[in-house]
Each structure stands twice: as C-alpha cells, then as structure tokens.
C-alpha cells in the first residue's frame, strides 16, 4: 500500500516517488517506471480520434490515483485519489487518511483546519470541502443529510460523512485552477521549450529558433530557484560544433545503420555504399532531432515532434511547440500573399485546405522495432511540401514535421537521404 504525503497545491510524494503539479508527462511516467515494483495496473487514458478534446489521464488503478494532465502543455494540472482504501495519507507528518484512520468530515476538520463553508449538492448528495489548491469530496447518503447549511458552525450531520475523493490542484478554487508552471527540481540539469520558429525565407527554410527556458535549481541547493529564457538559432550547415556551442550536449546521440527512403533517390549515389553513418543529435527535452552529413558535419535536417499518444514515439520526446509559416498567393489581391502558421495542434486537412492544390500521393509509414515487428498504432503517411515532409497520423493529426536542406551546397548529400 503506497503511502503519501499531501502538499495543497503542490504534489503528492514519499521518499521514493513525486507527482508534482506542472511536471511534464514524461517525468511522471519516468517515475511510474522506476518504482514498478511500487505501482502496477497502470493505464493511460486518451482520445485516440480527437486527442485535443480530452486531456490525457494516468490511471494507478491498483493504488486509487489519477493524473490529469493538460492536453496541450501535457504537464500535470490535477492529482485525484478517487479511492481513500487503497493508500495512505498524510498530511503534516499526521494521517488524516488510512486503513486505521477513517478520513471522516471531523477527521479532515481536525487535520487541515477551518476553511470556508462547504458546499452542499443535494442532487447528487455531494459536499464539498475547499481549501486552497484542494478540495475534499464527501458522499452524504440520504438519511445522514445536514440539517442546516447557513454557517460552518451551524452545520451538523446526524452521522459524519466519509471522504470520497480529493482532489489536489493550483489555483484558489477547483473552477479557477491552472496548470502549473514547470517546477523547479523538474529542472534538474534539464532545460525545456517555450516555443520554436522555423525560419523560411521564399519558401526555403533556413533553421530554427530556439525559446528555451531553464533554472539555477540544484538538489544541493534546492532554495535556489532563477528562471532563465534564452533564445538560441540553429541554421543548416552549422557544424557539430557550432550546435554544441548553442544548445549544448545533446541527450543522445544515433547513427542512422541504413536509410530506407533512399530508395525514393533520384541521384546515383543512391546505390553507393558507404563506410560513414549520418548521426542525430536528440534534444529531447526540446522535441526536436538534428541531423548532421556524415561528410561536412553540418546541419541537413531537423525533426521537429508534437508527442501524440497513439503515435509509435510517444513519451520518446516531449512537445515541440513550434510554428512553422506557410505562404501562398492571394487569390484575391493579386501579388500579395497569404500566410498560415502550423503548430502542432494544426491538423493536415488545414494544411491542404489552405495549399488549394492537389498533394502528391502519400507515402505509407510502418515503423516496428528490431526486437518486435509489430506496431499496435498503424501506419502513418508522409506528406511532401516545399522543404517539409508531414507525418500524418491516421486521426489527421501531425505526428512529427520533417525540415530539409535544399540549397546547392548540399544537394549532393541530401540527394541520397
């Protein structure tokens, strides 16, 4: 039986594992992963066809928990134990919840002080217990109703109702809760996107620029908390080097071993072997790849990722919350132009609608593994614009946006990939 801590408007925690409000999905089920042996029975609930209309929730079923996480920023927004049986609570080093400790309206009165009045929902026989950044959810069975409601004081229950559910959150009140900004021991050593521009000039895309946010936040100096925002340019044919000097060292790094859309090559070189690998450098707290020529060690491609559950890399990457501009002529004005910004929430019948011209043919994507062949998420298809291939997921959501070079210097090398 887990056994936590219960901060108001903060988290939920013991030694061994956090929930933090504001901390991104891939962390929370970093954490689920390592205390494995701890928590078991584990879903992650999402809306496969309309995946921004429902955030994405982390069920612990064994242990009574859900996670809410926002459906956009995919951080934590909401902590609800929904069943009180199968877990510990604490609350100031006292439980006010336990298999001894019957969490009763008195016991949560005692625990946690006075606050304002309940609320009493005489439909659905609920009363609700607000405090800051928590709210407290009590059953009232019929012949146990309040006899009067006018004040706290005056508010009597022939039997003391049970809690039901709780729920921790930030903000003031339930109805005006917010996500959370990134907390600061999130930060440890990491650094996170605030936003991305692709950089296009006539339809030519050039690099990207980089809003990156990180802190001063050390475990050895945990009161230590500056926040910091930066912007950092990657331009293709930068050097290795030059990516080092700007965004630092990279999470990891991967050697392409073949290259299966070479067979799409129009160039000779295409049947060329050869002894050297492309590489990638994964920025993964920044959703982005870049990849560099083996030859030059320069910048030919950048990988740009929206995280989708039900695509075959989620959780690998968090969001990238990029913009990428895309012009066409204006129908109406002639010699004037028209402009769309994709973003990660775009879906791709927008794109077309806007391109007014026919798309070529997709290609047809199924990614497997080395160890299992098998992909429960299905295809997806790539779509060719300008400078950018779009991989589209069955629900016309954008998987991950592919940016290329195309200039003269490196058309050679970018020819056979």
């Known amino acids: 039986m887990l056994d936590f801590d219960v901060i108001p408007e903060r988290s939920i925690s013991n030694p061994n594992i956090e929930f933090i409000l504001g901390m991104p999905l891939q962390q929370a089920i970093y954490q689920i992963q390592k205390n494995c042996n701890d928590v078991s029975d584990v879903q992650i609930i999402y809306n496969d066809d309309r995946p921004l209309d429902s955030d994405i929730l982390i069920c612990l079923s064994k242990d009574g928990v859900k996670l809410v996480f926002d459906k956009f920023l995919q951080r934590l927004k909401l902590v609800e134990i929904y069943d009180l049986s199968k877990l510990k609570l604490r609350y100031g080093g006292n439980y006010f919840s336990s298999p001894t400790v019957p969490a009763t309206f008195e016991q949560i009165d005692s625990s946690f002080g006075a606050t304002h009045p309940g609320v009493y929902d005489k439909e659905r026989q609920l009363f609700v217990l607000n405090f800051r950044g928590l709210s407290f959810f009590f059953h009232v069975s019929t012949d146990a109703e309040p006899k009067s409601l006018p004040a706290m004081n005056a508010l009597h229950f ?6 039901s559910k709780l729920l921790i959150y930030s903000g003031i009140s339930l109805s005006r809760a917010e996500t959370a900004s990134i907390p600061a021991v999130c930060f440890e050593e990491n650094y996170f996107l605030d936003s991305a521009q692709v950089i296009r000039e006539q339809s030519k ?18 009161y230590e908390d500056k926040r910091f925002s930066e912007e950092k340019k990657v331009f293709f044919g930068d050097t290795c080097q030059d990516v080092l000097s700007t965004l630092g060292s990279p999470m990891k790094i991967y050697y392409k071993s073949d290259d299966r859309m070479k067979i799409h090559s129009t160039s000779e070189e295409k049947y060329n072997p050869s ?13 982005l790849d870049i990849l560099f020529d083996a030859v030059t060690n320069t ?17 690998s990457y968090y969001r990238c919350h990029f913009e990428i501009p895309l012009f066409r002529t204006d129908p109406i004005n002639t010699g004037e132009f028209e402009r769309m910004l994709i973003t990660p929430f775009s879906k791709w019948e927008e794109v077309q609608e806007f391109l007014e011209q026919p798309v070529d043919r997709p290609a047809v994507l199924n990614r497997c593994s080395s160890t299992n062949t098998s992909n429960p998420f299905g295809a997806t298809f790539c779509y060719g614009v300008e400078d950018m291939i779009f991989e589209v997921m069955q629900n016309g959501h954008i998987a991950c946006v592919t940016v290329y070079n195309t200039s003269e210097s490196s058309s050679s090398s970018s020819s056979s990939s």
Do not use: A
């Open 158 to 163: 022939p039997t003391s109702p049970v809690l």
């Open 205 to 222: 895309t050039q690099g990207i620029s980089l809003r990156i946010q990180y802190s001063s936040y050390r475990s050895n100096k945990p």
């Open 275 to 287: 002894n050297q690998s492309d590489y990638f450098y994964n920025y993964i707290t920044l959703g």
């Open 299 to 315: 910048v030919k491609k950048l990988i740009l990722h929206t995280n989708y559950p039900g695509h075959y890399n989620f959780n």
